[in-house]
């Protein structure tokens, strides 16, 4: 029964770092701070994790059903763009083609592109 609440605070706090990773994106670079937002999307990804080993490792068998493998596909993404968001910023997936070329025709020495491809 805990499990189930936490579960769905889990959701919830999804949910929440979503809207606000969001918000800081359409803001542009407005509202919480990327360290915090960070530190926020680990500690939902250790809870998740929690929440993975009571379900899976619950009984004498490990449990793979369709949910709990999903759950952990979508587990390991999240860990592998957060992990990559500590190193890089992640905020340019969001940015369409046309930013881009607009930033690179006002006068930008390189389009953003250049930068990670030799």
Same mark, same amino acid.
């Given at each position: !029964?805990? %499990? /189930?609440?936490?579960?769905?605070?889990?959701?919830? $706090? #999804? @949910?929440? $770092? @979503?809207?606000?990773?969001?918000?800081? $994106?359409?803001? *542009? *670079?407005? *509202?919480?701070?990327?360290?915090?937002?960070?530190?926020?999307?680990?500690?939902?990804?250790?809870?998740?994790? #929690?929440?993975?080993?009571?379900?899976?490792?619950? *009984? +004498?068998?490990?449990?793979?059903?369709?949910?709990?493998?999903? =759950?952990?596909?979508?587990?390991?993404?999240?860990? !592998? $763009?957060?992990?990559?968001?500590?190193? %890089? +910023?992640?905020? &340019?997936?969001? /940015?369409? %083609?046309?930013?881009?070329?607009?930033?690179?025709? %006002?006068? =930008?020495?390189?389009?953003?592109?250049? &930068? #990670? #491809? +030799?």
């Amino acid at each position: !029964m805990v %499990e /189930n609440a936490l579960a769905i605070v889990v959701i919830i $706090l #999804y @949910t929440l $770092l @979503t809207i606000l990773f969001s918000y800081r $994106l359409a803001s *542009g *670079g407005k *509202g919480l701070s990327k360290l915090r937002l960070l530190s926020f999307a680990s500690v939902i990804l250790l809870l998740h994790a #929690y929440l993975l080993y009571k379900s899976m490792f619950a *009984g +004498p068998a490990l449990d793979i059903s369709f949910f709990a493998v999903f =759950s952990l596909v979508a587990w390991v993404i999240a860990l !592998m $763009l957060i992990s990559f968001a500590w190193q %890089e +910023p992640i905020e &340019n997936l969001a /940015n369409s %083609e046309n930013q881009q070329n607009k930033a690179y025709q %006002e006068g =930008s020495p390189k389009k953003p592109c250049d &930068n #990670y #491809y +030799p």
